[in-house]
């Protein structure tokens, strides 16, 4: 270790006794230790915590992310900050996983939801005391990008990130809300995504040819152009008139459309879809329309809800920890 090195590096004996709050930000650099790896003696939190009193349930998860309705329980929100928060509960629980949703009645009406990750944290009544930061697997389900479709590339569909069985369990519960997040075109056979352009009214191929046919104003006859082509100039084959001049004389017209492949000829072609996962091709309205499903979550926003609450009186340091 060079001497320049030794000189950064502190121990809590030697540190101030009022460094407590900034020594988490030291590093010794060189041999890979950190002050930080140091017990504290209390953990500080950045953001202090506001005391409230709102009504709330807390909904423990179970491993598989779905609610634990045995464990859930009627609390007291007791404080909160952008951070965290606190809770007293009506009876004590034995969580099975350190995530819970908490549902917090708003001041005004209606309520909010968010997602904790549960700290241990020793207090008066350790018993019936909930606490923890905004974070863990709660506040992930509760993530609007993931209770919203995405189109998966390697699926070619449309995926819900979470299982919607999961989602419909949270939504049964008034947690999550149901909503039509879109509607899309998919293949009749396996729910791809198709492709869509036009083509053969009888078999769907896009190797049609479009007959080009001219009009004669002067005696109305209407032909095929290659008719009209005689010696590099444009003929009528009916009245015989030479030097037909475009939009003076005649206009060109669209005819029949005629398939390459089947040989099939109809004056329109048809919307045909293709899927891109399994290749069936098939007419547009053969397609699926498939309702995507979103789900909404009402997450509580800490500032907002605490301005809806008034002034409070800060929570007592240390009363609980983060
Ligand atoms: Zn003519
Ligand atoms: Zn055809
Ligand atoms: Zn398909």
Not at 87 to 97: G, I, M, Y
Not at 115 to 125: F, I, K, S, W, Y
Not at 198 to 214: E, F, K, P
Request: with cysteine; proline share 8%.
């Amino acid at each position: 270790m060079s001497p320049a090195t030794e000189e950064q590096v502190l121990t809590l004996e030697e540190s101030p006794p009022n460094s407590r709050d900034t020594f988490v930000d030291l590093i010794v650099i060189g041999d890979g230790e950190t002050i930080h790896d140091m017990p504290a003696p209390h953990a500080v939190r950045a953001n202090p915590r506001r005391g409230i009193q709102a009504p709330a349930v807390v909904i423990p998860l179970l491993p598989d992310c779905s609610p634990d309705l045995v464990r859930r329980r009627h609390a007291i929100a007791v404080d909160l900050s952008v951070e965290g928060m606190g809770l007293k509960l009506e009876s004590p629980v034995d969580l099975l996983t350190q995530d819970v949703v908490v549902v917090l009645d708003k001041p005004g009406g209606g309520f909010v939801c968010t997602g904790l990750a549960v700290c241990d944290e020793p207090g008066e009544t350790p018993d019936l005391h909930l606490g923890g930061r905004f974070g863990g697997a709660a506040h992930d389900l509760l993530d609007p990008k993931n209770l919203t479709p995405s189109f998966v590339a390697s699926q070619l569909a449309y995926v819900l990130p979470q299982p919607a069985a999961l989602l419909e369990r949270w939504a049964e519960l008034g947690v999550l809300e149901r909503f039509t997040w879109d509607r899309v075109h998919v293949c009749p056979r396996c729910e791809g995504m198709p492709s869509f352009r036009r083509g053969c009214q009888a078999c769907g191929s896009a190797r049609v040819t479009q007959d080009r046919l001219i009009h004669h104003y002067a005696c109305a006859h209407v032909g095929f152009a290659a008719d009209f082509e005689s010696g590099g100039e444009l003929v009528c084959p009916k009245c015989r008139t030479r030097r037909l001049v475009v939009g003076a004389d005649f206009e060109h017209l669209r005819g029949r459309q005629t398939c390459f492949d089947c040989h099939w000829s109809a004056p329109e072609l048809d919307l045909v879809a293709q899927c891109l996962r399994c290749q069936l091709r098939f007419p547009c309205h053969q397609a699926l329309e498939l309702e995507l499903v979103g789900y909404h979550a009402h997450r509580l926003d800490p500032l907002a809800f605490l301005a809806s609450c008034g002034r409070a009186a800060p929570v007592r340091p240390g009363s609980a920890a983060n």
